[in-house]
């Protein structure tokens, strides 16, 4: 062999080098090629989680706040339908070993309200590990305002916040898409679809109630 052409033979082993994997890369490659869901898929669940428990928080307060027959049959509907679908991401978020908040205590159930242990002391959950909000959320000044309300104020506070928290929630699945690879996963994908299409439909059922609120409050307590 010549020297130009060991000088060649040489060279083209040092690129063969520098562009093969590490061994590091390799492994992560290695360890998520099992996997059937992406960081943003976990991110989108827990915070979904979060989110809906303060939908679960604020609905719950229809039956001892005043509400309106109308608005109180709501508040029904969304805490059963999003304690149930908690439930759902939990399961999700526990099958594939990750972290599953639990902000309303449903996995540990006990006597008494639920307290936040975080520095946010969100009224009616605890934030836990994850103390910051997530699109449309109420803040705890917010909730604490919409807690102190009844009668038709409260109808109006919950109506606002609830299309404010859904339009949240929306902007949740959209960013969830706009993910490389994010929301593919199929039981994920029909989930967060679903969310979507269910709470632009209660966005707009919302905002007709809104509309027939009196402008003034009709109700005492």
């Known amino acids: 062999m010549s020297f130009a052409t060991a000088r060649r033979a040489a060279a083209m082993f040092t690129l063969a080098l520098a562009l093969a994997p590490s061994a590091a890369v390799r492994a992560a490659a290695q360890a998520s090629a099992g996997k059937d869901y992406t960081p943003a898929d976990v991110s989108f669940m827990q915070g979904m989680i979060m989110h809906h428990a303060q939908a679960v928080v604020m609905s719950d307060w229809a039956a001892t706040h005043g509400a309106r027959a109308d608005v109180a049959t709501l508040c029904k509907r969304i805490a059963l339908s999003q304690r149930d679908e908690i439930e759902v991401m939990q399961h999700w978020l526990e099958q594939r070993h990750e972290s599953a908040p639990d902000p309303l205590d449903m996995q540990h159930p006990h006597t008494g309200p639920v307290t936040d242990s975080s520095p946010m002391h969100m009224p009616g959950m605890d934030m836990g590990a994850m103390p910051?909000?997530?699109?449309?959320?109420?803040?705890?000044?917010?909730?604490?305002?919409?807690?102190?309300?009844?009668?038709?104020?409260?109808?109006?506070?919950?109506?606002?916040?609830?299309?404010?928290?859904?339009?949240?929630?929306?902007?949740?699945?959209?960013?969830?898409?706009?993910?490389?690879?994010?929301?593919?996963?199929?039981?994920?994908?029909?989930?967060?679809?679903?969310?979507?299409?269910?709470?632009?439909?209660?966005?707009?059922?919302?905002?007709?109630?809104?509309?027939?609120?009196?402008?003034?409050?009709?109700?005492?307590?």
Not at 135 to 153: C, I
Not at 179 to 206: H, K, V, Y
């Open 132 to 221: 910051m909000l997530m699109a449309g959320m109420l803040s705890p000044a917010e909730m604490r305002a919409l807690d102190a309300a009844r009668g038709t104020e409260f109808d109006r506070l919950y109506l606002t916040g609830m299309i404010k928290h859904h339009t949240g929630a929306l902007d949740m699945v959209k960013q969830l898409f706009a993910t490389p690879g994010g929301g593919q996963q199929s039981e994920l994908f029909g989930f967060a679809t679903d969310i979507d299409a269910s709470q632009r439909a209660e966005i707009a059922r919302m905002q007709l109630m809104l509309q027939s609120l009196p402008t003034t409050s009709t109700h005492t307590r």
